[in-house]
């Protein structure tokens, strides 16, 4: 891991320090704390979360409950070596404790404070599901340094993103927080975080290290349901949920979480296959192995582990290196070590890896937040950081049907409606960090902002009844009626999984509605996840994909309701028609049966056979055409040229995009998988052929054994601008022995 490597003298300090440590102090790099609540509020602290969760109290009460809470900060356990990390986005407050464990503990080792850093810290972006439809690595690198730099202002050594989990299913609430349904897209988006957060050199002050979240396969719960259980064959896992920790691996990331679920009936948390066969013995990864909160104490209600003693050895020999807030290991496994339960090479492997991690960040040698820093980003917005940020949104942002609405004309009167047009809060989207309601723009300010002619009036909220009167109050002397619906940002992100999502509450009755005045009409989506839209695409003249952007939500939007920028975000995850699709996604197996029209075929009968989007999509404001797919064979890798020629009369982006199709298999293969994809800018008119590069080795797939497997036969070559419209041209592939032999070892 080339972002973790330490110097000679380095590593010689980590092992005099591991000689001299107690079995005790061991432990305490193991256990990573934060503060208690001491006393109780009118509501339980559980209760307290859930308000927030729900939208009952903003998160600025609840900054501002918590700061009037007394709290336990464990400041005698630091000092006598028994915490290894902390959870606390406070910079005073980390100096004060880091001087206790730097000063005043034995042998003076750094905290390293970790933090939820997902989708910006002070500067929200948007959220991942959302920027990941830029299709662009750039954009992923730029947001996680702004992201690095505000955090580390504060003190965050740590951040718990990027989230690398592969999402299939939409009813699932932190879909949110993913790259989407695809490994290989998946897998730029996790190389490009990790060298955005952790840079050339993660001991740099404005760095912080990134955590591959979840290990492994959360995103395939069963049913969507948050928390739930996951089978799947091995093969499934290592093609597709495995390849974006890979990547990132390969790419430097120094922390990994174990997941909540289990895998085939083993909890991540103590599934040693997963932490030390595949992910420290076959990707060598070096860093530590953190828990997801009370991960370890949660194995007893998996049924895995009688008790929280039991539950810490299993975690222990498994492979997990860093307790996150069960108290486990801080409980028991001093014990498990004197008793010979656990050997002292499990723990040695284990504070190793800890320390390797402080050391390469720079802890041993500037432990404190500069205060020059601290509060840098305090105040108003960074400007810098605004503009990166509002490069993100607009790029993020998907048109899904355009009938001639759009762009709206700029002396256009506007009727605005819906609550989320001027909500600032559910801008932010789930996990928002340092994020503030009333640093967003709104899709009502954006538009007052960029000069429109705007009457708002709410009209229905995302879970009130429609006010009739008031929509044709507003729309009476409209050219145009601009709706924005959607979700709150409660409604996705942990523990927000839906059994339906189709727009919640009353809100297609008020497109409805806006509908029967006679007038145009734009939905504007804000969400965090894919919405089951049969209704509205049948219905809505024009969709706009907008999701939850961040501070900058209401500028983006505006921007591109007016053309002055060119929608060309692409879908990363397929929006079902309806809910019962769900799980959908594009690579998919086949079937004995694939669907058709005949009843004897892998089909609903109550549901379209195609979903309402599918992975890739994304309109603009001209047409591309594809044309003269020509693939060459190059020796080590497959080139494909394509002509694209922008048909209309504006200037636009178009992600061009490769798929394979491998047709015969020792293992049944998917109908498609993205390989790759170029940008293309074209002018009016303007045609280009625009090259995508197959490595041949890159064309295989693991089996059930865990091998590589590159089989010779035929395979279909797919480009276009989405994975459902593409040309496509047939080759037989026959690969070189040697070559397979020198592959199967990747």
């Known amino acids: 891991m080339a972002k973790c490597k330490l110097t000679r003298e380095q590593e010689q300090k980590i092992e005099e320090l591991l000689s001299r440590m107690t079995v005790e102090e061991k432990v305490g790099q193991m256990n990573q704390l934060s503060p208690s609540i001491v006393g109780g509020f009118d509501v339980s602290m559980e209760e307290l979360i859930e308000m927030v969760t729900d939208g009952r109290i903003s998160n600025e009460e609840f900054g501002r409950i918590m700061s009037q809470a007394e709290r336990d900060f464990h400041e005698e356990d630091i000092r006598a070596g028994k915490v290894g990390s902390y959870l606390l986005n406070d910079p005073k407050k980390a100096n004060e404790l880091q001087r206790i464990a730097v000063e005043e503990s034995r042998l003076g080792i750094p905290l390293i404070y970790g933090f939820d850093v997902i989708h910006g810290f002070r500067t929200t972006f948007p959220i991942p599901l959302a920027e990941t439809c830029t299709w662009n690595a750039k954009v992923y690198e730029a947001s996680a340094q702004v992201a690095a730099r505000e955090a580390s202002s504060h003190g965050v050594h740590w951040t718990f993103a990027p989230m690398v989990d592969i999402a299939r299913d939409a009813r699932w609430g932190r879909i949110s927080e993913s790259a989407g349904e695809d490994p290989y897209l998946g897998s730029v988006y996790s190389r490009a975080k990790v060298r955005g957060f952790q840079g050339e050199n993660p001991a740099d002050r404005e760095r912080i290290a990134a955590t591959l ?33 890979k990547a990132a ?134 400007p810098d950081h605004f503009a990166v940020a509002l490069d993100a949104a607009k790029r993020s942002i998907v048109l899904l049907k355009n009938d001639n609405v759009l762009p ?24 928002f960090a340092d994020g503030r309601g009333s640093d967003c723009i709104t899709v009502k300010a954006g538009l007052e902002r960029a000069g429109a002619h705007v009457a708002y009036a709410k009209c229905c909220d995302v879970e009130s009844v429609v006010d009739e009167k008031e929509l044709a109050s507003v729309a009476a002397d409209a050219d145009v009626i601009v709706a924005v619906v959607g979700e709150t940002n409660s409604m996705s992100g942990e523990a927000s999984s839906r059994s339906d999502i189709t727009l919640p509450g009353h809100q297609q009755e008020l497109l409805a509605a806006a509908l029967a005045t006679g007038k145009p009409a734009v939905a504007v989506l804000m969400n965090g996840r894919p919405l089951a839209l049969q209704w509205e695409q049948e219905h809505v003249p024009a969709l706009v994909e907008a999701w939850q952007l961040g501070v900058t939500h209401g500028d983006a939007v505006a921007a591109v309701l007016f053309g002055d920028y060119n929608p060309s975000g692409k879908l990363c995850a397929t929006f079902p028609a309806v809910t019962g699709q769900c799980p959908r996604y594009y690579n998919h197996p086949n079937t004995g049966r694939p669907g058709s029209k005949s009843k004897f075929t892998s089909r609903y009968l109550d549901a379209p056979l195609e979903p309402a989007y599918p992975f890739g999509y994304g309109l603009s404001y001209t047409q591309f055409a594809y044309e003269n797919l020509r693939i060459e064979d190059k020796g080590d890798s497959f080139q494909a040229a394509v002509q694209v020629t922008n048909t209309g009369a504006v200037s636009g982006e178009e992600t061009v995009q490769l798929y394979l199709r491998d047709v015969t298999g020792s293992i049944v293969r998917p109908v498609k998988e993205l390989k790759a994809f170029e940008k293309a800018v074209l002018e009016p008119g303007e045609s280009r052929i625009v090259t995508l590069t197959l490595a041949k080795k890159d064309m295989g797939f693991y089996n059930d054994e865990m091998e590589y497997c590159l089989e010779d036969g035929s395979f279909i070559f797919y480009v276009g601008g989405n994975s459902r419209d593409c040309l496509e041209q047939e080759l037989r592939v026959s690969f070189e022995k040697s070559e397979i032999a020198d592959w199967n070892t990747v």
């Open 213 to 245: 979240k979840h290990f492994v396969a959360y995103g395939a719960v069963e049913a969507g349901q948050d928390y739930n259980t996951v089978s799947m064959a091995k093969s499934m896992l290592h093609n597709g949920y495995l390849p974006p920790v």
């Open 249 to 382: 691996v390969e790419e430097g990331a120094m922390t990994v979480m174990a997941a909540f679920n289990d895998y085939n009936g083993v909890p991540c948390t103590v599934n040693s296959y997963l932490l030390r066969k595949v992910l420290k013995e076959s990707y060598g990864f070096e860093g530590f192995v953190v828990s997801d909160a009370n991960a370890i104490k949660e194995c007893v209600n998996h049924g895995i582990a009688e008790d929280l003693s039991d539950a810490s050895h299993k975690a222990a020999v498994a492979g997990m290196d860093m307790d996150m807030g069960s108290d486990a290991y801080h409980s028991h496994l001093a014990e498990q070590v004197e008793a010979g339960e656990v050997s002292m090479e499990v723990l040695d492997e284990a504070v190793r890896r800890i320390l390797t991690v402080k050391m390469a960040l720079g802890l041993f040698e500037h432990p404190y937040a500069d205060e020059a820093r601290m509060a840098l980003y305090d105040g108003a917005l960074d």
């Open 408 to 431: 709206l004309k700029r002396d256009a009167r506007i009727a605005l409606v819906g609550g989320l047009a001027d909500d600032g809060e559910n801008c932010l989207g789930a996990w």
